[in-house]
């Protein structure tokens, strides 16, 4: 009698376990949706959340806690765009390791954080990335009394490396392509990376180009110590975006292109208003003076100018955060216009 | 009758647990495979492709598996706990005898080093020993303290299998203790010795004073009286929590990552990083900690079982 009942409850437990799986079966299907909902989120709370990383140039906040660099500065764009205001923005600072998963609960709508493209990020992890917009590669730096002049004389060096990114990699990569012993000193936290430099625990430190200069103004003697010339690495930086969402990642594409367009048509922040009146049509499209160039999914056509009287043109965000006049000094190198030598092109907006 | 009653009541909940950890780990899968990560356990075969530091005498290559390279970070923070806490029970000990002597001076010392160890967060002491042993000289300048035995900022350079040499960057051959794994193990056993030297002082204070002076009165030397009366007795009181001070200083190795000691963490955030398999990689380092310290704990109550029957 007792077992009969046992048994009953058991199936009725089961019964019901069984109908909470049907219940979920098709949510997942949500993923593969081809209109998904962030602008609509981003609209509703009146606000873009993006993720930055923090750091010199690229995101740090000023003495009234504003944030500003290099990555912000896009960012605010993507605010300017869409509400004309570059302070509807909410900036999440994360670590590399914390970063994807802040994308991928949906606790921001993009990460600007000097994340590279790499297939696997696309094809296994489902991030989708935008333009980029700074093409970087893995160096090294090291103390002017080492003397070393190029990372193939760094031959049994000790390098200490900040975990959590691809940089472990590309260094284990180029030391076995070169044949060279490197011992590599994994540290979680920049500044322990760093110290351990100053200290001369390490005899380098390895890191993206870019980070390599934001590294040098932490250290105390800054004057003293050299990023070598070579890269080991391509890192293309982009913003990252989630999968399922072709709107957004629309939208991200080309409000990062705008000040790259902007600074091929010659037009900058303190001359953007003498433009709104040009005749030349490439340069009334992308003002958004004809209609269907810069209208689409609810943009005011205008934005484009917005974005560059607000924030510039992309060879002003770029002298503003890391150029000759900052603390970090990053040659421009790839980052000039195609037209210059470099590598940003932006695709014609008509 | 009650006995089939509690049957029922205790399958019942067996069951009850079991749907509970089933709806969690559905709710888990549903929701990763919403986001695109799918779960396994593959990658594990796939070569590691970064290099580490430090192996514990264990052959690393990039070209070795991830597993493997687990296996290094695991021998890692084996080799730090065993050491570290063989020296805390030992420093332990010391310390907590010495409290006990009847000298001011040195039991007055000894508790202001325990009091300064024990209130003092373990990370600031890490960070501190860290910062002294980078403050050594540079390989070029290493000092050498004995005879094929040089320390430097890169570490003690050991004379075995043979004689280390300076070659470009550092030294080549011998064995090299790093700066990282003695700060670590410096720091556990600093911080757990001290915890330990109070787990020692106090099981020795709670032997009845009448068992000393009746050990006394019958002839025995203050040793005879130390040795046989006093530590038996102590013992049975103090190895529970010696277990627990072990099991928390295997837990308190992975503040390695903070300076940069391969630990079996340090290696699992890596993988997590490289692979894109961070739920899984959590799951091993949870496996990992679980079964290092259930392990000590079992083997440290087996002991304890041990001498309370040779007491009884």
Same mark, same amino acid.
């Given at each position: 009698m007792r077992a009969t009942r046992r048994i009953a409850l058991l199936a009725a437990i089961g019964a019901t376990l069984g109908a909470c799986a049907g219940d979920d079966a098709?949510?997942?299907?949500?993923?593969? #949706?081809?209109?998904?909902? !962030?602008?609509? /989120?981003?609209? /509703?709370?009146?606000?873009?959340?993006?993720?930055?990383?923090?750091?010199?140039?690229?995101? !740090?906040?000023?003495?009234?806690?504003?944030? #500003?660099?290099?990555?912000?500065?896009f960012c605010r764009a993507l605010a300017v765009a869409l509400f004309d205001d570059p302070s509807k923005i909410r900036f999440v600072p994360y670590t590399q390791q914390q970063r994807f998963s802040g994308l991928q609960s949906g606790e921001v709508d993009l990460l600007a954080n000097g994340t590279s493209i790499t297939s696997s990020r696309a094809l296994l992890r489902n991030f989708h990335f935008g333009p980029v917009y700074l093409y970087d590669g893995q160096g090294f730096l090291v103390h002017r009394s080492s003397r070393v002049k190029g990372a193939s004389a760094l031959d049994g060096a000790t390098v200490c490396v900040q975990q959590g990114t !691809? !940089?472990?990699? *590309? $260094?284990?990569?180029? /030391?076995?392509?070169?044949? $060279?012993?490197?011992?590599?000193?994994?540290i979680e936290d920049l500044r322990g990376a760093v110290s351990a430099l100053a200290s001369g625990r390490c005899d380098a430190i390895t890191q993206d180009g870019a980070g390599l200069a934001t590294t040098r103004t932490m250290l105390r003697d800054p004057e003293n110590y050299v990023i070598l010339p070579d890269r080991i690495s391509k890192e293309p930086i982009a913003p990252v975006v989630r999968f399922g969402d072709d709107q957004w990642l629309e939208i991200v594409n080309w409000v990062f292109r705008a000040p790259v367009a902007a600074e091929e048509l010659g037009i900058d922040s303190r001359n953007v208003q003498s433009y709104t009146t040009s005749a030349d049509p490439s340069i009334r499209r992308f003002l958004g003076a004809e209609q269907g160039v810069t209208d689409g999914f609810g943009l005011d056509p205008r934005w484009t100018a917005r974005v560059v009287a607000r924030i510039g043109n992309y060879g002003e965000i770029y002298e503003r955060n890391l150029g000759a006049k900052t603390p970090l000094k990053f040659e421009r190198g790839m980052n000039r216009l195609w037209t210059q030598g470099g590598l940003m092109y932006s695709p014609p907006f008509r | 009758m009650t006995a089939s009653r509690r049957t029922v009541g205790q399958s019942l909940l067996g069951v009850l647990m079991l749907a509970l950890v089933w709806w969690f780990a559905h709710n888990v899968h549903a929701g990763l495979s919403r986001q695109g990560i799918t779960l396994g356990f593959g990658f594990l075969r796939q070569p590691a492709n970064f290099d580490i530091g430090e192996t514990s005498g264990l052959r690393f290559t990039p070209e070795d598996t991830v597993s493997r390279a687990i296996a290094v970070g695991l021998l890692n923070t084996a080799r730090v706990a065993l050491v570290g806490s063989l020296l805390a029970l030992a420093l332990g000990f010391i310390v907590g005898t010495l409290r006990l002597v009847d000298n001011t001076l040195l039991s007055g010392l000894m508790r202001w080093g325990v009091e300064l160890m024990r209130n003092t967060p373990l990370l600031l002491l890490l960070f501190l020993l860290i910062a002294i042993l980078h403050a050594m000289p540079p390989p070029t300048h290493a000092v050498e303290l004995l005879p094929g035995v040089f320390l430097s900022d890169r570490g003690l350079a050991l004379p075995f299998p043979d004689r280390p040499r300076l070659a470009g960057f550092n030294f080549v051959g011998g064995t090299t203790l790093s700066p990282e794994f003695a700060a670590l193990v410096g720091a556990l056993v600093l911080h757990h010795g001290a915890h330990i030297s109070e787990v020692v002082r106090g099981a020795i204070l709670a032997v009845s004073r009448g068992q000393r002076d009746a050990a006394l009165a019958l002839g025995m030397s203050r040793w005879q009286v130390s040795r046989l009366v006093v530590i038996p007795q102590a013992l049975r009181a103090m190895v529970p929590l010696l277990a627990t001070n072990c099991v928390s200083l295997i837990k308190n190795s992975s503040l390695a990552v903070a300076i940069g000691f391969p630990d079996v963490v340090s290696v699992l955030n890596t993988t997590a990083n490289q692979t894109g398999h961070g739920v899984e990689t959590m799951v091993i380092m949870l496996a990992v900690y679980l079964v290092l310290s259930l392990g000590v704990a079992s083997? $440290? *109550?087996v002991y304890n079982a041990h001498i309370l029957r040779r007491g009884a």
């Open positions: 098709p949510s997942a299907g949500q993923g593969t #949706r081809v209109e998904g909902g !962030t602008l609509g /989120a981003i609209r /509703a709370r009146g606000q873009v959340m993006c993720g930055i990383t923090q750091g010199a140039g690229f995101a !740090t906040p000023d003495d009234s806690g504003h944030w #500003r660099g290099f990555d912000v500065d !691809t !940089t472990e990699l *590309n $260094l284990s990569d180029f /030391a076995r392509r070169n044949s $060279l012993s490197l011992k590599p000193v994994v | 083997m $440290l *109550n």
